[in-house]
């Protein structure tokens, strides 16, 4: 009897200072954790932006919570995050692109969770080179819409961009004005974030190369160089209609895009007038990176081929100075933002 109860007051005094042990264990851990927690706070404070880099911060402090703390001050400031490469890691180069099986806005959602409101998008490894804005300009084009996300938002992602998609609707029926779509998608998209590159995109160009980056560069640059309408060639060597890219400065320096082409051509070939008598050049991808599909269609209604289209384009030296972002009066009708895309609804007006 006495044996036991001895060696049962042995056993509940080694249980009382196990126990201690692992209260002191708990609490030194503990002040150690909030001591390292406020460090990293200040870190993250001092070096994020806000918005949709919340998320990254998140995830980094998890991160750094499984290292042992001792060396978590010292490799906090190495994480800062560098500027995406030249040539994006996740880029896989040639694509299967076609338009057989129509594709969901459901589906398009489901296979793009990293999207912010509005079909905006940075990414988390690394600080995008540039604020991209990728404007279309549109009307009644839903079906050829779905296939441009569902292409575009993989390939903009792995090309490590931030990028915000505008789509940008002529209300009405009166003859659609494409580059004063383009001229508007430049003005509103600057009132929604600090972009330093627009892409002009129409709504039916898909690349069959991701190599092919929608970005800016020191030239103003024609994207669709090789379109599988034009037999994978350049159909002439000024063209610069489908999809290109300016630089907010290259952009201005132009007075951006005319105002006064109703109906379908010419205004692309006035963008490229406009650029070469600034003295800038055109830059282009190579025929094979540059090639890319359009979804086949028919002309739309309200956009019959402008027949002043040849004086125009013929006037664009006198013209550029007083028609272009200089002289654009336009209303916002309406702003909707869903997972994929903003869309602005908008007034041009009439010719
Ligand atoms: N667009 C619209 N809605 C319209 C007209 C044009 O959204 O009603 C936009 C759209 O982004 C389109 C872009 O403007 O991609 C350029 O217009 P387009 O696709 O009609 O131009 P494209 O040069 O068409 O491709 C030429 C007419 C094709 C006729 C072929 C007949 N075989
Ligand atoms: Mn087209």
Known sequence: MRDAAGNFSVLDRTCSLVVLLCFLHISVTLIYYIRNSDSRQTFVQNHQTPQSHRKLTEQRVTTEE??????SNDTVTERKLETCPDNPPKLVGPLRVEFSDPVTLDLVREQNPALQPGGRFKPEECIAQQKVAMIIPFRNRD???KFWLYYMHPILQRQQLDYGVYVIVQDGDELFNRAKLLNIGYVETLKEYDYQ???????????MDDRNIYKCFSQPRHLSVSMDKFGFRLPYTQFFGGVSSLSKEQYLKINGFPNNYWGWGGEDDDIFNRISFKGMSVSRPDGVIGRCRMIRHNRDDKNDPNPQRFDQIAHTRQTMGQDGISSLSYKVLKVEKNQLFTKITVDV???
């Not at 499984?66 to 060396?71: A, D, N």
């Not at 590159?197 to 690349?207: A, E, H, K, T, Y």
Request: aromatic share 8%; glycine share 4%; net charge negative.
């Open 197 to 207: 590159c627009f892409v002009f995109s129409d709504v039916d160009l898909i690349p």
């Open 143 to 145: 079906e050829h819409l």
């Open 66 to 71: 499984t290292r042992p703390p001792s060396v």
């Open 349 to 351: 007006g009439k010719p």
